[in-house]
């Protein structure tokens, strides 16, 4: 008896953490993802200082404290993460899974090779846990076909430019480490300017990739920055189109404790990607 009620006890905290660190339709989840949101981002900035060698020689010792100590907390994050799902390994192979993995492993691989703490600016994809801290879908309801149109294309136009920044973000990070100080990307910054002005077919020539790698990269760049540019006009144009042929339903952030699908309706009773039951518990609005 004693045995069984322990048992319980367990899978009630499981399922409490659960809920706080995957869903943000809580008090308690919204105030996590926040918190770690806002790790994140004061993380990646220390890295991208780093990168600069007037900070870097003056601050070195600091920054390398700043960043073990963001390492060790995303560390007993993702513990927490395997530790709170079902099945850790449907976790640990997601998406944001390998992410938060990755989001680690460089700072722990400095040690044995210098130079690939730089690699840590791929924290930026986990930025985009912001989106279902906002609840994108309770903006989308009955109103002016116009009105609806706007404000549900101004949502997921804040989601592309957030994707083009953390990509630009990387893209930088690469060339930053493929070129070096010695072809003018003297640090993450500075390439990462390079990658916004090559994206968006601006190209002012006064920072150029000298070696083949570096160019094939800039090959690349170029290309995905001319399918970029009509994202927005094809985004309003589409939310228009919706907006006046259906009318959209209030989603949550709720997850399936099974397989971690996010998006279902607040009436759901069953995941709509395996069928597992969902968990139900009283949501809080802000």
């Known amino acids: 008896m004693g045995e069984s009620t322990a048992g319980g006890n367990r899978a009630a905290w499981r399922e409490k953490l659960r809920v706080i660190i995957f869903e943000a339709d809580t008090d308690a989840g919204k105030a996590f ?9 004061l993380s990646i900035t220390a890295v991208m200082a780093e990168s600069v060698a007037w900070y870097r020689v003056r601050y070195r010792p ?15 994050e993702y513990i927490l993460r395997l530790v709170s799902v079902p099945r850790a390994t449907t976790y640990a192979r997601s998406f944001f899974g390998i992410v938060d993995l990755l989001a680690i492993l460089p700072t722990y691989l400095s040690v044995l090779f210098p130079g690939s703490e730089s690699l840590l600016v791929i924290r930026a994809l986990r930025l985009l846990r912001i989106f279902r801290v906002f609840k994108l879908g309770r903006f989308l309801g009955e109103a002016d076909i116009l009105t609806s149109a706007l404000r549900r294309s101004r949502q997921r136009i804040t989601v592309f430019l957030g994707t083009v920044l953390i990509l630009v973000t990387i893209l930088g990070a690469v060339m930053y480490l493929i070129e070096g100080e010695e072809n003018g990307f003297t640090s993450i910054p500075r390439a990462v300017y390079w990658a916004v002005i090559t994206m968006t077919t601006v190209g002012y020539g006064d920072i ?6 570096g160019q094939t990269l800039a090959a690349f760049v170029m290309v995905i920055g001319y399918s970029i540019l009509a994202v927005p006009t094809g985004i309003v144009t589409a939310e228009i189109v919706e907006a006046a042929t259906s009318k959209a339903s209030a989603i949550t952030t709720r997850a399936c404790p099974h397989c971690l699908t996010e998006g279902h309706l607040p009436q759901a009773r069953f995941c709509k990607d395996c069928g597992s039951e969902l968990e139900h518990y009283e949501s809080e609005e802000m």
């Open 33 to 41: 993802d926040v918190a770690l949101l806002i790790a994140i981002v």
């Open 62 to 76: 600091a920054l390398d404290v700043i960043e073990w100590g963001f390492t060790i907390i995303f560390t007993i």
């Open 208 to 213: 150029v990739p000298r070696t083949m790698m």
